[in-house]
């Protein structure tokens, strides 16, 4: 293995490790709040711009994945449409409104925003929005990333419910190999991490649910009638299980 490749592994752990330690509380009260979610008849909904969208992504479906959650998804915000686009959308007043509107969030759901600086409108905007609504609302960002960029009066951590730090550098890369440009993101990493810490902590609390409101993967032994049953409780408000 190179020094490369040690040195990102170090540093990658080294991040779970103190999202671990200091994060953990802010993560058990996350799963607390979708619960409460759940058993009002609300739905967890998943945002995120850019790269961020594949965290959105990650919630749904997937073997091991909390079958009520709802990825919000828009080719203005992802990159279908070319990466200057989605750059000046996720900058724009307004895409967030229409994408809240579109997906139906009311009073009783839990958004998760996934925003590594998060400075720019889109993702500020929905938290306002959902926060107006009624909804609860985390964001997974890196806060010093978030801090360090003066001449924005809006932080999403002070409008937000919980605010669950990723501790990822300033700038998002990890790994010096020029003088000048550093590689290596581990932004989509942590927060794959966080998500699914959220929602193993959330499966102990719905454990007792009936059926158990996490799928199978399609290829094990009864997934088809698993699935298939919580695709069906589940379809309201969730374009992509149709």
């Given at each position: 293995?190179s ?12 991040i ?7 994060e953990s ?20 909904f ?9 965290l ?15 990825p ?16 000046k ?36 905007e929905?938290?306002t ?5 009624g ?5 997974i ?63 102990k ?24 049953l919580l ?7 969730n374009?992509?299980?149709?």
């Amino acid at each position: 293995m190179s020094k490369l490749i040690i040195n990102l592994n170090n540093s990658i752990n080294t991040i779970i490790n103190k999202i671990e330690k200091y994060e953990s509380e802010k993560i058990k009260l996350s799963a607390k709040y979708i619960s409460e979610t759940h058993f009002k008849g609300g739905k967890l909904f998943l945002f995120g711009t850019g790269h961020n969208h594949c965290l959105a992504e990650e919630g749904l479906h997937r073997a091991g994945g909390y079958a009520n959650a709802c990825p919000i998804l828009d080719d203005n915000i992802n990159f279908a449409k070319g990466i200057k686009k989605a750059s000046k959308a996720e900058r724009t007043a307004g895409i967030s409104k229409s994408l809240l509107q579109k997906y139906k969030i009311q009073e009783n759901d839990t958004l998760i925003i996934f925003t590594n600086s998060g400075v720019n409108k889109a993702p500020i905007e929905a938290a306002t929005l959902a926060k107006k609504i009624g909804a609860k609302v985390i964001v997974i960002l890196s806060l010093s990333y978030c801090k360090s960029i003066k001449g924005k009066k809006n932080k999403i951590y002070n409008i937000v419910d919980i605010s669950i730090d990723n501790h990822g550098p300033i700038g998002d890369s990890l790994i010096k190999v020029s003088k000048n440009i550093k590689v290596a993101s581990p932004s989509i990493i942590t927060g794959s991490y966080i998500l699914n810490s959220i929602l193993l902590n959330l499966a102990k609390l719905l454990k007792k649910e009936k059926p158990f409101p996490f799928y199978i993967s399609s290829n094990q032994k009864g997934a088809n009638k698993h699935n298939a049953l919580l695709e069906k409780k589940y379809i309201s408000r969730n374009r992509f299980l149709k």
